[in-house]
C-alpha cells in the first residue's frame, strides 16, 4: 500500500538550534513530492516542492530515493517557524490528488 | 483575487441534521478537493472532482456528498451529521498544468456535531 509517515508527532527545538522534520514515503515510481505548513489557526499553504530545488524561508529538503524519503531542513530555527508541517506525495499519479501525512507540530522556543 | 473561499466558517450541528459547506475558486482552476483534518490524523480526502462534471471518492467518502455545480464551485453535502463528522474540513483547488506547484487551499470550515 502507497504511505507516507511522519514519524514524530511533536518536535521541540529551540531558537536558533538546527531542525529535521522527517518524512518517508512508501510509493512506486517516481512520486511528486511537497511540504505543506500551517501556522496558528491558518490555511494550509505550500511549503516546497521536491521538483524545485528551492530553499523557501530557509528550508530545504532533499528527496532520498534510495531511502524513500523526504526530510525538511533548517540549519538555524526561529520561533515563527513554529507550526504543523505535513509531508505530501501524490498518490493518484495522472489524476492528481496529495495524500497527506499525520503531521508534525514543531515548536521553537526562545 | 480572493483565491479559495469557505463558507461557512464555524458551524454548529444537531445529530442528524443536514447540512452543505460551500467552496469557491475564482482561479479557473480544474481540480478541487474536500480534506477533513482530525488532530494526529492529518488531512484525508473525502472526495474530489478532477474536473468539470467529474466526481470521485477519496480515503473517507462515507456519509458525505459533493457536487461539482461548475467549474468555480465544489460543495459537500452532510445528509445526517453524526458526532464522528466533527473536524475541520478544507477545500483546495489545483490548476491544470501545474502539478509541480500543489493546492490552494481554502481557510477551513470548523464543523460540530452535538
Known amino acids: 500500500a502507497q504511505r507516507v509517515t511522519q514519524p514524530e508527532k511533536l518536535l521541540s527545538v529551540f531558537k536558533g538550534a538546527p531542525v529535521e522534520l522527517k518524512c518517508n514515503y512508501s510509493?512506486?515510481?517516481?512520486?511528486?513530492l511537497f511540504w505543506y505548513v500551517q501556522y496558528s489557526r491558518q490555511r494550509l499553504q505550500l511549503l516546497l516542492r521536491h521538483i524545485s530545488r528551492e530553499s523557501i524561508k530557509g528550508f530545504t529538503a532533499d528527496l532520498n530515493k534510495g531511502e524513500t524519503s523526504f526530510h525538511l531542513k533548517k540549519p538555524f530555527a526561529q520561533e515563527e517557524d513554529s507550526a504543523m508541517y505535513y509531508c505530501?506525495?501524490?498518490?493518484?499519479?495522472?489524476?492528481?490528488?496529495?495524500?497527506f501525512g499525520k503531521g508534525t507540530l514543531l515548536t521553537v522556543n526562545p | 483575487n480572493a483565491g479559495v473561499t469557505q463558507t461557512p466558517k464555524f458551524q454548529v450541528l444537531k445529530t442528524g441534521q443536514s447540512m452543505t459547506l460551500q467552496c469557491a475558486q475564482d482561479?479557473?482552476?480544474?481540480?478541487m478537493y474536500w480534506y477533513r483534518q482530525d488532530p494526529g490524523m492529518g488531512l484525508r480526502l473525502i472526495y474530489y472532482s478532477a474536473s468539470e462534471g467529474t466526481t470521485d471518492k477519496g480515503e473517507v467518502p462515507n456519509g458525505y456528498n459533493v457536487s461539482r455545480l461548475n467549474k468555480r464551485e465544489f460543495s459537500l453535502r452532510l445528509e445526517s451529521a453524526a458526532p464522528s463528522q466533527t473536524s475541520v474540513y478544507f477545500c483546495?483547488?489545483?490548476?491544470?498544468?501545474?502539478?509541480?506547484?500543489?493546492?490552494?487551499f481554502g481557510s477551513g470550515t470548523r464543523l460540530t456535531v452535538v
Open positions: 483546495a483547488s489545483l490548476e491544470a498544468g501545474a502539478r509541480n506547484y500543489g493546492y490552494t
Open positions: 505530501a506525495p501524490n498518490s493518484g499519479g495522472s489524476n492528481y490528488k496529495l495524500t
Open positions: 482561479m479557473n482552476h480544474n481540480s
Open positions: 510509493y512506486s515510481g517516481s512520486p511528486e
